[in-house]
């Protein structure tokens, strides 16, 4: 089954300190891989998306992620957190075999601290 | 970029009733919309993908008769929770994919703010 998984429910980092929330997927084929960030009843922000090219893909907000198809994985990254980047980070893939939907991961809360 | 207005924000209302919640797309035409359900500090379930003019796709295991979902412009879905009860109560995220740059799934997900509905 296609899915994305992320292991953490929870991420404490604190502020300057580099930052990384963790995201392993499993589709066939080709993956599109993106990720989004939620605030306090707000609706998803996109951050980035991985499409195909390059594996290191700069987004908002100072935020990158790494695919790495090895490993199957798209970590989410920032060299120094902040404290407005305390939010809920979704991983979202791409359901392959032309249904065109996003499917998400459990989401992770990453908390930075003063 | 890509603007999805969602209304109302927040609607609290009486078991039994009925909730309309609009979706709208308010720079680009949305041949597609995505109903999605959040339960608190939990993830996105997908429910239904709305289609204008024609009925929405329902994942399984969504109450098509209890989700009504109407797409009837290129513009505007609407999600109907119908009689209502207290575990309908959760916030209802619409999202639409804008398809100027061309069709394709790699376009980005654009999401309304969210509706939280309560059920007393």
């Known amino acids: 089954a296609q899915s994305v998984a992320q292991p953490e429910d929870q991420v404490n980092v604190a502020e300057g300190n580099p930052l990384t929330v963790k995201c392993t997927y499993s589709?066939?084929?080709?993956?599109?891989l993106f990720w989004y960030v939620q605030y306090p009843n707000r609706g998803l922000q996109f951050l980035l998306k991985?499409?195909?090219?390059?594996?290191l893909v700069k987004g908002s907000y100072g935020f990158e992620a790494e695919f790495n198809k090895s490993q199957t994985s798209f970590h989410l990254k920032k060299p120094s957190a902040l404290v407005s980047d305390s939010a809920l980070y979704f991983c979202?893939?791409?359901?392959?075999?032309?249904?065109?939907?996003?499917?998400f991961g459990a989401g992770t809360r990453l908390a930075v601290h003063p | 970029g890509a603007v999805v207005s969602q209304h109302p924000s927040r609607v609290i209302c009486k078991s039994g009733t009925s909730v309309k919640i609009e979706c709208r797309s308010l720079d680009f035409q949305a041949t597609t919309m995505f109903w999605y359900r959040q339960f608190p500090k939990q993830s996105l379930m997908l429910m239904a993908t709305s289609n204008e003019g024609s009925k929405a796709t329902y994942e399984q295991g969504v109450e098509k008769d209890k989700f009504l979902i109407n797409h009837a412009s290129l513009t505007l879905s609407t999600l109907t929770v119908t009689s209502a009860h207290p575990e309908d109560s959760s916030f209802y995220i619409c999202s639409a994919r804008d398809l100027r740059g061309g069709s394709s799934g790699a376009n980005v997900l654009t999401f309304g703010a969210g509706s939280r509905l309560t059920v007393l």
């Open positions: 991985y499409i195909t090219g390059d594996n």
């Open positions: 589709v066939s084929g080709n993956p599109y």
């Open positions: 979202a893939v791409l359901l392959s075999g032309g249904y065109n939907k996003l499917i």
